[in-house]
């Protein structure tokens, strides 16, 4: 197995929704914000070289939203999902499965292109990939809620299914095993209605794609919980059960979203679950 970091992008969002009721005096120290009180947010994918499967882990915002749209985020830097697969020697074409922690349109918006000019067919990115996502998230991104309707764009995930490439994992209980060689993913419900965090056996090591379980190392004391969360309280009991496994077994967290942060590890402190080191991954392979 080979692993290999893919920036999709930046982007800015609110900093006190991204941080909920956490005053700005507090999460400020770690996510310093703009005139406009935007902060700068990575969007992180993963590409796992495993025999003759080239999986790649979320896929970023994409590019075919309208321009009106796009002005609310404030997309810049010089990274793109296309340049580098192409500086890691890939094409869209070569992979063969997208896992999509979920369908909120940071993360999969990028699954979806136009297939025309005139911007009036779409059609998937990745023409030989395996989309993968879990039945209960699927009806609820295709149903949404009114909280969540605005991140929840039937552009980027309605051509997956009607493409016939999209595959549902099935989810038992909170972990569910060996969904594919050397993963397991951990079902969380307080960011939205079953969230896929996937984590990886590599060489001994354990690395968890920490999606939006964990937007930043700012993110790690319990009370830091994104305002965009359905189930704030929910997202607490879930954050602390999984940075103590995370802490206990040394688990590698892979931070989609920290601008700064590839990676990080946690441990066990008087004041709970704190953060150890920082560290890009390839430190750690």
């Known amino acids: 197995m080979k692993l290999h970091v893919v920036n999709t992008g930046n982007f800015k969002l609110d900093g006190g929704a991204m941080f909920g009721v956490v005053p700005k005096t507090l999460w400020e120290r770690t996510n310093p914000a703009d005139e406009k009180n935007m902060c700068t947010w990575s969007m992180r994918s993963l590409l796992i070289e495993d025999g003759d499967r080239l999986m790649l882990i979320d896929c970023g915002i994409g590019d075919k939203q309208s321009e009106k749209f796009f002005s609310h985020y404030y997309l810049h830097g010089d990274d793109s999902l296309d340049g580098n697969l192409k500086k890691l020697g890939f094409s ?15 993360h999969c918006g990028g699954a979806v292109e136009w297939a025309n000019d005139d911007h009036t067919h779409t059609r998937t990115t990745f023409k030989n990939a395996h989309f993968w996502s879990n039945e209960l998230h699927w009806k609820w991104a295709t149903e949404p809620n009114a909280r969540e309707k605005a991140s929840f764009l039937k552009e980027n995930i309605l051509p997956i299914q009607e493409s016939g ?13 060996k969904v594919f060689p050397n993963m397991d993913v951990f079902f969380a419900d307080g960011h939205t209605e079953s969230q896929m965090i996937p984590i990886l056996n590599y060489n001994g090591k354990k690395i ?4 939006d379980l964990l937007p930043s190392t700012g993110h790690i004391p319990l009370p830091y919980v994104m305002g965009y969360d359905t189930r704030p309280l929910l997202t607490l009991d879930e954050k602390g059960q999984f940075l103590n496994k995370c802490a206990d077994e040394e688990i590698i967290m892979f931070l989609e979203h920290d601008s700064v942060n590839e990676c990080c590890t946690v441990q066990h402190t008087e004041k709970g679950v704190r953060l150890k080191d920082t560290f890009k991954l390839e430190e750690v392979l």
């Open 165 to 177: 490439q999209l595959k549902y994992i099935e989810r038992n209980g909170r972990i569910t095993e």
């Open 208 to 211: 968890a794609f920490m999606a």
């Open 92 to 106: 869209r074409d070569d992979i063969t499965d997208v896992f999509l922690t979920h369908l909120h349109f940071d």
